[in-house]
Every structure is written in C-alpha cells, then in structure tokens.
C-alpha cells in the first residue's frame, strides 16, 4: 500500500516536535506521527507520506523548509509550499489552501503512482483532501480531532457573539470546509464513540455508517513506569526545585497548550481552594513551551495571565511550578517522575476529543482525573484508573483531586489498572492494523477511474492544446468588451497560435455560446467550458469531452432536488430550458439574500443530496453536480492535455468568479469588475487591472509575461 496523509497546519518534523508551542502544535501532531511510523512497520504497507507545509521563518527551525524528511523506513515528510512563506497559525490558511491542492496533485502526477486512500487531519486538511479526491477520484478518509460545530457551540456559550469568533476562528470557512470532506469521505476515523454520535451527527454530510472508532495508541517504548535500572532525575529536581519550597510532595500534574478550553485556570484554582491538596501536594502546570509571555498570541496571554492572577490571589508561591518548557525526551520522565511521588495527572478540559496525554500518564504509572467528556470517557471506562470530574464545577474537580492524592490503596489499584489496560487496548500495533483493515475493507472495490496520471486525450478531442491557454469569461469579461479591445485580443491570440490556446467559461450552453462569441468576431474557442462548468468540449465543432459527463455524473439527482427547492419556490424562479442542463439546475434568485443561499446549500446538506450551490452575478443561482464547476473544469482540461496550471489565464470580472482564480492558475481581474472579487488582492496569483474589458486582459498577459511562458 501506498498511503497519505495530510496534516497541514503547525509545526511538523519527525523528532523533538514543539507541542505546546502554540494552539497549532498539539496531540494532532503528535497522533499523525505516531500513527504514520505505526503504518510503516506494517508488511503491506509500502509507504506513507505525510505532506505538510514548507514554511521558510526565521522564526522557526529550518527543519521545516526541508522539501522532504525521512520519518523511519517506509515514511516520509513531504513539505509543499503554498501562501506566504512565513509561519501562520492556521485561520490565516484558508485562502491558500486551493493552492495547495493545486501543488498536491501535481506531486501526485509526478510520483506517477496514485495512493491507495488520502487520510486528512482536521478541516483545512479535509478541504484540500476533498479537492484532490474528487480531481483525481481517489478514497478520502478524514478525521476531525475538533470539530467547528462544537467548537462554536461552546464559545457562544461562554458570551462571545458569531462576529467575535468569525473574526477570530473563520469558523464558517472551517464548517463549510468539514462538511465538504464529510461529504467527499469513505470513511470517517473517530477516537471516541462521542465523536461520532454527539459532534459528527451535528452535520448534514456526515452518514453514521461510514464512521469507525479507533482509538488511538500510545508509544510504550518512550512510556512506562519507573524501572529499578532507570536514572534518577536531577534535571527535573533542579527545574523544579526553583518553583516548590517542598519538590518531594504528589505533584498534581497537568500537560496541555496555554488555550480556554483546556481550563487550566479551573485546576488553579480547584488546587488554591483546598487546604488539603495544599498541604498534601504540589500543582505543576507544563503550558506548552515558550519563550517570551509578552509574545505570545492573545489568547495564550490571557491564560497565563489568569493562572498568574490565581496564584496570587490564593498565595500559591512555592506550591506551583509553571515551567517555561521541557523538550520532547523529557516529558516521559516528568510522568514517572511524578508516579514515583505518587502524583496524580489531571485533565481539566472542557472538551477533549480523545487525550493522549491520558494514554501517556496512565501507561507511566499515574492514575487520572479527567473531564467527563469525550476521549476521557472511553479511556477511563476501559482503564478503571481515575475519576471524572465535570470540570465547569471547581467543587467537583477539586473534591476527586482529593479522593486520589494522598489515598495509597485507591491510588495503587487505579496505577496498575490503568497500567494493565494500556498495554491490552491502546498500543499503536493494533490500532494501525484495525485501521489498516478498515480502510482497505472500505476502498477495496473502490472503481478505478481512467487514470488521470496518464494524461490520455479525453474521448472525441481531436488535437491537442498549445502549450498555455487563456480562458476568458464570457458573459462578463467579453461581453461587455467594445470593438477595438476585441480586435486587439484577436490579434494578439492570432499571433501566438497554435502554442496559445483559447477557451470561454459561460453559464449558457456550447451552441449559445458559440453564436454569442460569433457576434463578438471572435475565432471559435479550442475549450469550451459551459454551463457553469458541468459542460466541456473542444474546438470549432464543439467534441464533448465524455469523461467529463462521467465524472461529475455520480450521485447527480435532478428530480430530488426540484423537490427540495420547492420550500423556497416564493423566493426562486425557474429559468427557462434553455438555461438548463442535463447537469445544471438553474434559479433566478428573486432579491439578493445571502441568508437564502446559505438556506438552501443547508438543506441540500440535510437531505443528502451531493450537489454545489453556486451565485453568479448575484442573481443566477445554478445547483450543480458535486465534482463538477468550473474550477474543476479547468483543471480536469489541464490534466487530461498536461498543461501546467502556471500556464492558464483567467479573466473575469463577474461576482461568483472568485472560484476560479484560486489556486495556481493565473488571474486578472478586469477594472470593471464586481466589488465582491476586491477580496481576492492579496491572492499572489491574481492580478487587478487598470483598465476595463478586453484592454485589460491584454493588461493581464503583459504584466505576467503570459506569452513567452
């Protein structure tokens, strides 16, 4: 087998990684790592990549603009570059993601071997798995570790407002991206039974019988208890000796990120309110690594400031240590360090998916107090080896602190229990070979298409393209273009041919289109992209490109849904025939109401049906096969004809054609266009013109040299 795995955001190496660096570096990371060296060590499986991204930052290791690095036999890191080079926490990666899925099926293409399945980590990864998938039609698995939904639901529930967390967490490019992937996916890998029947079921894409629980391993090589041969530990002594006026005290022990939802501010103050943890123990708090407070994101300030303000408040000095950052080989040892002192590890999150950093205490030897929610659940239901807590009540937290520290009996039980239970159902050996089951259970009859890494010519092209291509908008860019930009696009296309080729994007059909380009004295197109991308055909006698209709043709259910719009036939008109298609299902949208199209796109969702809801021009609102549109369009044309993506010339104009100029493909934007593209300026890959119509797309090729490509 050959498999991939996408982890997109944070920091990724293959040794000492930096969790806790920020919200970005976390079990995620930690997960993905382990599970890929699991699969290595499996005799069917030939090789695993993980593609990250290249970031190139002074602020950062240079580890992490390696091309490529070696993980272990059979495993590699593959970092591909896309947006700015600089590190960006991972709501700032949104707009380069299209890219990224550009670069990744071109590595594809140049490995010449297609993956047996695509397993994507989180939303942004899920988005450009999806992307791929469809392009390239191979199994998409994706696995949450948090979900948007959930996430959203808990912030509102602490008093922030939908534009408070938009503007912080692009939460609706990340739902929208999730429910993309778990629309796109075969398989959908949860750690816990909670996931799947309380977080996942809140989304109108997600089909509970895709969903397989595996939980996660632990690495119990690095994680043990204390053996008679073991060192001791001076290192940890004198760290910590420099907080605690008494280190030989249980320490209570908590390991996560400096982020809200880990809590760690309940544990503080849990710990300052009980003279008996007080006396009996000390608190030792490992927020992450780092270096400087003062820069540390907002929100990372904020947890440290509050857990600075509770050991003042309470009088805690001496009692709490808060190192500033232990390295990757030293946290094994912090765990049986504090076993040996018959410490107690605590996770106050408000929500935790799974928790490793459960797996890891419970397999050194300490026993747990956990929120009862999610991941804790399961583990401590297998284990036997803690207490849960509901964490928003500092009583009940700090009343099962109490029920475990300084209590031998109980404490010994729970230590081996959990010791036990590690080792029978959470080592990596087995959850790489159940999963390794699952996945080829599920893609096995999995039909292979017509491999696009071929790049064969589609059925009924005649010849093939030039060497670029430039595609202009027909029913914006051109047709508002006056005599003289038209001649001069003319001359200039005449010029080049045949290493230039030309091609036209519309919403109408091939016949309309071509009698409107006609009416324009233009020469017939060599691709003709029609009907908002569910049409492809080429050269003057229109050749239909078959694979095409094949391709975007699956789960396509026109009759559902008509019926489905029907709840919104006051606010739609049908348009008349000869706007539809056999793949297009085409509205006027009666008054501009984005409220109505998010509606509509939320009630396809519900209903399952696999379509696209696309606005053009504000007005016309097309349904559309899921793997078709134009941005697919494009790219199944430059696969089938291996023309490069840097080598396409989009202009456009019209609100809606965003979508197109994402990506690798260059863009102009004419200076008549809609407003709504002036989000698009910081795009790298699109350029604004000066001047309006024609003229400004013979802007658009100057200014890139878009000829002598």
């Given at each position: ?7 997109l955001?944070?920091l ?55 091309r ?9 890191i593959?970092?591909?570059p ?21 670069e ?8 010449g071997r ?18 791929v ?11 949450g ?20 967390i938009?503007k912080t967490?692009?939460?609706s490019?990340?739902i ?12 959908v890998?949860t ?6 029947t ?10 509970p ?25 001076p290192?940890?002594d004198?760290?910590l ?13 908590a ?5 809200r ?9 849990a ?39 509770l050991?003042?408040?309470?009088n ?13 080989d ?41 929120t ?7 583990i ?17 937290l700090r009343?099962?602190i ?62 093939r ?8 908008d027909l ?19 005449h ?6 080729s ?38 003057p ?28 036939q ?7 025939p000869?706007?539809?298609g056999?793949?297009?299902?085409s ?7 984005l ?16 379509a ?45 054609d965003?979508?197109?100029l994402?990506?690798?493909?260059l ?11 002036d ?7 699109v ?23």
């Open positions: 087998m050959y498999l991939l795995h996408l982890h955001h944070g990724f190496r293959a040794r000492n990684l930096e969790l806790g660096r920020d919200a970005d570096t976390g079990g995620q990371t930690l997960y993905v790592l382990e599970l890929v060296k699991a699969l290595a060590g499996q005799e069917d499986v030939e090789r695993v990549e993980v593609v990250t991204r290249l970031i190139e930052d002074r602020r950062v290791s240079s580890d992490y603009s390696r490529e690095e070696t993980i272990c036999p059979g495993a590699q593959v970092r591909l896309f947006g700015p080079r600089r590190y960006l926490r991972k709501e700032l990666l949104w707009p380069h993601l299209d890219e990224l899925a550009d990744l099926v071109r590595h594809i293409c140049r490995r297609r993956p047996h399945w695509i397993h994507a980590h989180y939303a942004d990864a899920g988005y450009v798995g999806a992307l998938s469809r392009r390239l039609e191979i199994p998409l698995l994706f696995t570790h948090s979900l948007g939904r959930e996430k959203l639901r808990r912030l509102l529930a602490t008093g922030q407002t939908r534009a408070q938009e967490y692009a939460m490019l990340r929208d991206a999730e429910e993309l992937a778990l629309a796109q996916s075969c398989l890998v750690s816990t039974r909670q996931e799947a309380d977080q996942y079921a809140r989304y109108g894409r997600f089909h019988e895709l969903a397989t629980v595996i939980a996660p391993g632990v690495d119990l090589e690095r994680f043990h208890p204390a053996r008679d041969s073991d060192p001791s530990f290192e940890l004198d760290l000796g420099q907080f605690l006026r008494q280190p030989q005290r249980p320490p209570i022990l390991l996560s990120r400096a982020d939802r880990k809590n760690i501010p309940a544990l503080v103050a710990f300052g309110s009980s003279e008996r943890l007080r006396r009996q123990g000390n608190l030792i708090l490992l927020m992450g690594s780092r270096r400087d407070i003062r820069k540390a994101d907002r929100e990372q300030r904020e947890v440290f400031q509050q857990v600075l303000e050991v003042d408040y309470h805690l000095y001496g009692q709490v240590a808060y190192p500033k950052q232990l390295s990757s030293q946290v094994p040892r912090l765990y049986r360090w504090a076993a040996q002192r018959g410490g107690v590890f605590v996770n106050p999150a408000l929500t935790e998916p799974f928790g490793l950093t459960l797996l890891e205490a419970a397999a050194s030897g300490l026993p747990l107090v956990a009862d929610d999610g991941g804790p659940r399961d401590l239901s297998r284990c036997r080896n803690g207490l849960l807590a509901d964490v928003t009540n500092i009583d009940q009343t099962a109490e029920r475990l520290l300084g209590q031998p009996k109980r404490w010994q039980t729970f230590a081996q229990n959990g010791l036990e239970a590690v080792q029978h159902h959470y080592s990596w050996v087995a959850h790489a070979r159940r999963y390794l089951s699952q996945g080829a259970d599920l893609v096995k009859d999995y039909s292979l298409p017509r491999s696009a890494l071929t790049l064969a010519k589609a059925p009924g092209m005649t010849a393209l030039g060497r670029r291509l430039l595609y202009c029913d914006g860019a051109l047709a508002e273009a006056d005599q003289d930009s038209l001649q001069a696009l003319n001359n200039r296309l010029a080049t041919r045949p290493q230039t030309f091609g036209v994007l519309t919403g109408v059909g091939p016949q309309q289109a071509k009698e409107q380009l006609a009416a324009l004295e233009l020469p017939p197109a060599d691709v003709w992209i029609c009907r908002n991308g569910t049409d492809v055909s080429y050269g006698d229109q050749d239909q490109d078959l694979a095409w209709r094949d391709h975007i043709r699956e789960g396509w259910d026109r009759a559902a849904l008509e019926n489905a719009m029907a709840e919104f006051d606010c739609l008109t049908l348009q008349p000869s706007q539809q056999d793949y297009k299902l509205y006027w949208l009666n008054g501009e109401d409220s109505l199209v998010a509606a509509i796109r939320q009630a396809i969702r519900e209903q399952g049906l696999r696209q809801v696309v606005l053009v021009d504000h007005v016309f609102l097309d349904l559309l096969p899921f793997a078709g549109g134009r941005p697919d369009a494009i790219r199944h044309v430059a696969l089938q004809q291996g023309i490069l993506l840097e080598h396409i010339l989009v202009a456009a104009s019209q609100h809606g965003g979508e197109v994402r990506g690798l493909p863009g102009v934007v004419l200076a008549n266009h809609d407003p709504s593209l989000e698009l300026r910081q795009q790298r890959s350029f604004f013109a000066r001047r309006p119509q024609a003229w400004g797309i013979l802007e658009g090729m100057d200014h890139y040299r878009f000829l002598s490509r």
